[in-house]
Nanobody, 118 residues
């Protein structure tokens, strides 16, 4: 059974940095891609960043230049380094893993809260 466990959330002041980790219970190379999504209070869940099996990355415009997604296949872990944080980055951050070829399945972690104070 696939399990994704996020960690690293917390409270940080605007302009600060925070790093998130997502540890998978299986070999992450089996996933097509992994990513981070976030959901702020009263808003829909949105894409933050993704990284493919081959290492190709994709970012939401709102975080480009500030956030960096990376992966360590040996540790079965994906990371999100967040710099220059803004109050609008406050949200629950979720780790996602996409598996499959013809039929795709998404696995989700339970989320970790990031709060950026002004």
């Amino acid at each position: 059974q696939v399990q994704l466990l996020e960690s690293g959330g917390g409270l940080v002041q605007a302009g600060g940095s925070l790093g998130l980790s997502c540890a998978a219970s299986v070999n992450i190379f089996s996933f097509n891609a992994m990513g981070w999504y976030r959901q702020a209070p009263g808003k829909q869940r949105e894409l933050v960043a993704t990284i493919s099996r081959g290492g190709t990355t994709n970012y939401a415009d709102s975080v480009k230049g500030r956030f960096t997604i990376s992966r360590d296949n040996d540790k079965n872990t994906v990371y999100l380094q967040m710099n220059s944080l803004k109050p609008e980055d406050t949200a629950v951050y979720y780790c996602d893993a996409e598996w499959g070829s013809i039929s795709l399945t998404d696995y989700w972690g339970k989320g970790t809260l990031v709060t950026v104070s002004s």
